[in-house]
């Protein structure tokens, strides 16, 4: 009779040991701290400057945008952008690139008065939700590439780990933005939230810093994949000019992740998880 051999508590947590671990955590922080800007500091920047609750729940509107961020995920993976994917990789290049126009959003809401410039206020949320959701995605991408697929145990806790690290970069950035809203305020600064939003932006500039520390797995043969599959479908349409070369390149981004997925998974549980994202 097999002996089942009991793991100890330390054991037991030894996996959250792996410096891995802090990687994902951060990452987790990284996609969390968005949130902060458009959910508890847009609302509570906009009902201090008296505006309606009719006006501050269309606001909150921008949300919808996380929702669909699925639909540009493929030419997220696919579109490198220029120099930083190059010096950066491709998953720390599109994080560092959301992470700039996010600082540059905020240099605007600094100097934005809300009830003149509504309009551009939610608009350069919209522009920050935006970017937050294409962020996600990439984010996403880089945890799951730190940990291999035969690391079970520690695929697990790196899924606990990216949880704990969103509600860290929530949180925390909402008592950071709260308790420099107030500092200011009491200063007597009149535009105490825009000079908040600055130093929040120094926080986005801090976690680009931890990002460099994050390491990215080389994928040689994402190019060379999505180069044949293109090719395939050109041969398929039995021409290469430019219209066949773009729709091959367009099908290529949608439908080669779609097709990986459907075989990686197989048919039955591919559109079992598919319906489960989209009905549940």
Same mark, same amino acid.
């Given at each position: 009779m097999l002996e089942v051999k009991k793991q100890t508590l330390s054991e037991t947590f030894s996996v959250y040991y792996d410096k891995r671990m802090l990687r994902i955590l951060l990452l987790g922080a990284i996609s969390g701290f968005p949130w902060v800007l458009i959910a508890s500091s847009l609302s509570l920047w906009l009902k201090e400057e008296g505006l309606s609750r009719s006006t501050i729940g269309w606001a909150g509107l921008i949300f919808g945008v996380y929702a669909f961020n699925y639909l540009?995920?493929?030419?997220?993976?696919? #579109?490198?952008?220029?120099?930083?994917?190059?010096?950066?990789?491709?998953?720390?290049?599109w994080i560092v690139l959301m992470q700039i126009i996010i600082l540059l959003c905020l240099v605007i809401w600094s100097a934005i008065n809300p009830s003149d410039n509504l309009a551009l206020l939610i608009s350069v949320g919209l522009i920050i939700a935006i970017a937050s959701a294409t962020q996600d995605i990439t984010v996403d991408a880089l945890r799951i590439e730190q940990i291999s697929e035969n690391e079970g145990k520690s695929m697990a806790a790196g899924a606990a780990m990216a949880v704990v690290g969103w509600w860290t970069g929530y949180k925390l950035g909402g008592v950071v933005a709260l308790f420099t809203a107030e500092f200011f305020e009491n200063l007597g600064v009149s535009n105490y939230w825009q000079t908040t939003f600055l130093i929040l932006g120094i926080l986005i500039i801090l976690m680009n810093i931890g990002l460099m520390f994050v390491h990215e797995p080389i994928q040689t043969d994402r190019q060379a994949k999505q180069k044949e599959t293109d090719q395939l479908i050109e041969k398929k349409l039995g021409s290469s000019n430019f219209v066949t070369n773009f729709i091959a390149y367009v099908t290529g981004t949608i439908g080669g992740p779609i097709i990986s997925f459907f075989k990686?998974?197989?048919?039955?549980?591919?559109?079992?998880?598919?319906?489960? #994202?989209?009905f549940i």
């Open positions: 540009w995920a493929p030419i997220i993976d696919r #579109v490198q952008i220029p120099y930083l994917t190059k010096k950066l990789g491709h998953r720390r290049g990686k998974n197989g048919f039955a549980i591919a559109a079992g998880l598919l319906a489960f #994202v989209f």
